[in-house]
């Protein structure tokens, strides 16, 4: 089983809650001003940084497979929200690429990042439920 597909969440103190799941541990916590002590990232913040780590990995991979250095490149994500319901209406991810990336590889690593897991999984949404067990 893929260790991202069973998370086990337990509430360590104050706003902190922390997931495990394979041999990992992520820690999270609400900034100051929601009543934690902002010693980790809030969860929306990690799920924000999810889809730009997600794009890196793929420009990465890109890179790799072909032997072309990675040296100065970044990626850069921009989060525009919207007014009335404060959640992401748009998200703006830039690749910068260093000065002598193959012109001829250009269009073939923004298709290989537009390709990252992280925003397929948003373009087509899984279904969600919520269950309550007791006893445990």
């Given at each position: 089983?893929?260790?991202?597909?069973?998370?086990?969440?337990?509430f360590?103190?104050?706003k902190?809650?922390?997931?495990?799941?394979?041999a990992?541990?992520?820690?999270?916590?609400?900034?100051?001003?929601?009543?934690?002590?902002?010693?980790?990232a809030a969860?929306?913040?990690?799920?924000?940084?999810?889809?730009?780590t997600?794009?890196?990995?793929y420009a990465?991979?890109?890179?790799?497979?072909?032997?072309?250095?990675?040296?100065?490149m970044?990626?850069v994500?921009?989060?525009?929200?919207?007014?009335?319901?404060?959640?992401p209406?748009?998200?703006?991810?830039r690749?910068?690429?260093?000065?002598?990336?193959?012109?001829?590889?250009?269009?073939?690593?923004?298709?290989s990042?537009?390709?990252?897991?992280v925003?397929?999984?948003?373009?087509?949404?899984?279904t969600?439920?919520?269950?309550?067990?007791?006893?445990v």
């Open positions: 089983m893929n260790p991202s597909n069973r998370i086990d969440v337990h360590p103190g104050g902190r809650v922390h997931a495990r799941f394979g990992f541990e992520l820690a999270t916590d609400q900034p100051p001003e929601f009543g934690g002590e902002g010693a980790a969860p929306f913040d990690l799920y924000l940084a999810s889809l730009a997600c794009a890196g990995v990465l991979g890109f890179c790799q497979n072909r032997g072309i250095s990675t040296e100065g970044r990626v994500q921009e989060v525009e929200d919207d007014p009335e319901t404060h959640l209406a748009r998200v703006r991810l690749l910068l690429l260093p000065d002598g990336f193959p012109e001829k590889y250009r269009a073939a690593i923004q298709r990042v537009d390709g990252c897991k925003k397929k999984s948003l373009v087509n949404p899984p969600f439920s919520v269950e309550l067990e007791s006893g």
